[in-house]
């Protein structure tokens, strides 16, 4: 149904069929809302099938698929690339740059947590940087490292970077993906304000986008429903 398409053979690629990142968080939404069992989207790496997710649900459970380090493509003998998620952790979304990277190049993703018992957590950049550092250590104890984030991801990559070269590691590569507002946004004082409103209207759209039918009617008439109580409307 999401992929409007008829007769999908249970091995068939989710990405092979049209499927992408919008598609992949309304795909796992789904999931959660028939079986009970909440995955991060970026679980289709792991199991881009039918046949794989059936799996996973019934026999392997879904703790594994929390993992904070997610490997989107792990197999190469070049040194890997890891990069962080945007805000909104859908890791889906470095699909392209996954594609367009050489075969040989291992290339590693970080999530945050959204599990139930984990929502409580309040982590600030420094924090989940150093989270992410223990991760990274798994897969490679020693750098030279190369990292990379998108958005927000940035932010943190950035601060990953920082950490370890206080711990005397090499950094090999820093890439920031429309990052560097977020960065350091000292430095723009002219451009932060009205960055932090198109930054809110994109998440606005970007939540609509994930909703379809009478999800995204509730989650408009919650945002209205919000914005009166701000403005004294509704006591």
Known sequence: RLLGTKGIDIRANFFALGGHSLLAVRLFSEIARMTGSEL???????????????RLLTEEGVAQSWSSLVPIQPEGSLPPFFCVHPLGSNLVRYRALADALSPDQPFYGFQSSFREEHRTRTLNVEQMAAEYIDAIRTVQP??????????????V????????????ERIALLALFDSFFLAQPAYYPKLVAPYGVLWK???????????????????????????????????
């Open 157 to 168: 990559a950035f601060e990953i970077a920082q950490q370890l070269l206080a711990q005397g």
């Open 201 to 235: 209207l994109d998440r606005i759209l970007g939540e609509l986008l994930f909703r379809s039918g009478w999800e995204r009617v509730s989650y408009a008439v919650s945002l209205l429903k919000n914005y009166t109580k701000e403005v004294g409307i509704i006591a």
């Open 142 to 155: 020693e750098g030279p490292y190369r990292l990379g984030g998108w958005s927000f991801g940035g932010t």
């Open 40 to 54: 991060p989207p970026s679980t289709v790496f792991r199991a881009p099938t039918v046949e794989l997710l059936a």
